[in-house]
């Protein structure tokens, strides 16, 4: 037994009495790291220069930042990029499912055309999707809704009803579902082999089991991934501007055209860019808790969690014992 | 008519052969003990009982109806998912690692199968959930997670969820094996009121004890054929056959 857990001893009644042993509590001096302090003083010397640099550059006018900052048009891009990012990352996640569904079937028309489909989306640039969206009506200059091969139904325009943002949404969407169906694959199959076999020996079909016991469970591993995926997306909605959809970057970009305060706009729309995603980290780990129910893991969340992760780890081991 | 009736099952891994030959019945009320060394083929003659695992010869009657198949016309068809489903109904399984659903209490994974694949309301499943934790030592213990539960308890939750569904049959699949020695009574009680209930059980285990005081017939296993069985004393104490003997003086 310790010197330390002596104290506890009697009141365990652990049976051997060790009264006479003094308690030693452990008072080290705490290790020294000058190297540590060095290099921080340094990095920090170097990040300070930096900041002043564009600070004080008489070539950033920062009352223009501040102005533009919640100047209507600005807004309006912001909001058009939040709706962009979500309405395009649903149909991200529920073709995601849909494709992961496919490969896991056994059915392998089902399983080579999930796979023909991922491949195609992973392997060409989200630029060229959103461009080829964007211009569909070279190839298909009318879309017919109704009964084919017949004349009953309504015939429209392709380039009426492909506007820039629905071009939008439905490159980014379909981009996303590949990347999210492997992410819900992944979740799938980590679950135990058990847990289907339980399902199933208590009469659940296959897609009772996938949803009362393997989906509910694979959501826990989904999860992080998909917000990270989400955040992706805030930012990949730029891709956009180039078919002008009228997003924050488009946004800006129309403003600094007439009146060339380029780096100053920039800085807006990184701002926004930088709160949004802030935004969707936090929500992240709240949802991360809400789903670890009954799971061992401990929850962490919020600000406040990633402050400490983020200095708090680092000023005890500087301070070397300072925090115990 | 025989609850379980399997005939000349046999089943390969490839070139492995692991069941050879089986032919068992099981009379209602009967409580079976499959004993036998590891990879003598008794946890997957059990897996096949209720079609998790599929045979390549023979065929297997619960209750008097084929498992997996259905015969028509002097021809084997592959029944459907639902019916598979169905038929898995009759028979209740537990497994070694318990497999209980880790994001449901333990009420919720014993209503699961009553609530969705029964129809039975929520009312009326979480009165019966409640009976039945009660019948296996756990009253009260409803809103726990698994994870909460220690192992012996987790097992008697399974075993409560196996029953939700009034199997006429129950599987144990060396349920008590992933068990610290201390929990093994305790769901080995659990079995031991289950089987004087007149509960149909076929237990594959290596508590010996259990199989002396509670089994009406043991049958032994070995190299994926049955080599032995009768009443558990017969067996246990003068068994007949060599491998039978040699495996008995391992395990005792």
Partial sequence: MSPGAAGHGQDEGSGTPLPSIPLLPVEAVPARYPGRWASAIVCLVLVALLARAFVESPHIQWP???EYLTAEAVLNGLWLTIVLTFAAQAIGIVGGIILATMTISPNPVLKSVAGAYIWLFRGTPALIQIIFWFNIGLIFPDIFLGIPWTDIGIKVETNVVITPLIAAVIALGLNEAAYMSEIVRAGIISIDRGQSEAAAAIGLTHGQSMRYVILPQAVRTIIPPTGNELIGMLKNTSLV???????????????YAMNFLTIELLIVASIWYLVMTTFATVAQG????F???????PARAGIAPLLRALFGRAGRRMGGGAHQ | MS???AEHVHKTYGSLEVLHDISLTVEKGEVVCLLGPSGSGKSTFLRCINHLERIDAGRIHVDGKLVGYEERNGRLHELKEAAISAGRRQTGMVFQSFNLFPHLTAAENIMLGPRR???VNAATAAAEAEALLERVGLKGRGPSYPRQLSGGQQQRVAIARALAMKPKLMLFDEPTSALDPQLVSEVLGVMRELADTGMTMIVVTHEMAFARDVADRVVVLAGGRIIEQGAPRTVLDTPSDPRTAA????SI
């Fill in chain 1, 286 to 289: 709240y949802l991360e808790r």
């Fill in chain 2, 247 to 250: 495996f008995l003086g391992k």
């Fill in chain 1, 241 to 255: 501007s180039v078919i002008s959809a009228q997003e924050l970057l488009t946004s800006v970009q129309q403003i």
């Fill in chain 2, 3 to 5: 609850l379980l009736r």
């Fill in chain 1, 291 to 297: 789903f670890d129910r009954g799971a061992r893991r």
């Fill in chain 2, 117 to 119: 694949v029964l129809g």
């Fill in chain 1, 64 to 66: 223009a930042v501040a």
